[in-house]
Structure formats: structure tokens, C-alpha cells
Nanobody, 123 residues
Framework: QVQLIEFGGGLVQAGGSLRLSCAASGRTFSSYTMAWFRQAPGKEREFVAAIRWGGGRTDYVDSVKGRFTISRENAKNTVYLQMNSLKPEDTAVYYC????????????????WGQGTQVTVSS
């Protein structure tokens, strides 16, 4: 069993930066792929970024490539999402997820989810 708690959301102006953190409980954190998803009002939850257990493989949705960076510290049971050059369309609730997906962007393959943290980007 893994429990996830997100931190770091907030209100930021367009062009600004935020760093999200996700703290995980459980001794098997390092064996899971970790991911960030987001859900804007009236839209489906979408994949944002993911990182394999060893940190060597990452994937991003095209709309955030070059602006967002996912990383993890297995010793601290924590995964991060550094978000730069934020745009109003990045406004959403951001969720941390853990699982063992064959493909990193498969939402249904993630077994554990956090409660989410709100990110709002003003224009």
C-alpha cells in the first residue's frame, strides 16, 4: 500500500514557476513508476509526466515538454514536478500517482493517487 500527499500548488502569474512535491509512504516506493496527472474544470484527467523507478526513463505530454521536469529522490520517497514558463492553460488540479504501467501515460495502470493540489496560472 502506498499513500501519496502533494504539496506546492498555488497561484502564479503567467511565465512564473512552481515546484510540486509528492511525498509517499511505504517501503516499496522505489519500485514504482511515479507520475503527475492534471484535471482542469470540465475536462478529463490527463497525463503530464512520469518517471520510472530508477529515474532513467521519463515521459511528458507534448504541451509541457521543455517547460516541466519530473524527478525523484527514492531515499526521501519523494517525486517532484518543476514547472517553468507556466501558462494559463496549465491551470488544473495536479495529482501524483504511483503504479507499474507498461506505458508511462496509461492512467488506468496507476494504482495509487494523491488528493491533488490546485495550480492556478493567471494571465
Amino acid at each position: 500500500q502506498v499513500q501519496l500527499i502533494e504539496f506546492g500548488g498555488g497561484l502564479v502569474q503567467a511565465g512564473g514557476s512552481l515546484r510540486l512535491s509528492c511525498a509517499a509512504s511505504g517501503r516499496t516506493f522505489s519500485s514504482y513508476t511515479m507520475a503527475w496527472f492534471r484535471q482542469a474544470p470540465g475536462k478529463e484527467r490527463e497525463f503530464v509526466a512520469a518517471i520510472r523507478w530508477g529515474g532513467g526513463r521519463t515521459d511528458y505530454v507534448d504541451s509541457v515538454k521543455g517547460r516541466f521536469t519530473i524527478s525523484r529522490e527514492n531515499a526521501k520517497n519523494t517525486v517532484y514536478l518543476q514547472m517553468n514558463s507556466l501558462k494559463p492553460e496549465d491551470t488544473a488540479v495536479y495529482y501524483c500517482a504511483a503504479g507499474t504501467p507498461s506505458y508511462l501515460n496509461w492512467r488506468s495502470a496507476y494504482d495509487y493517487w494523491g488528493q491533488g493540489t490546485q495550480v492556478t496560472v493567471s494571465s
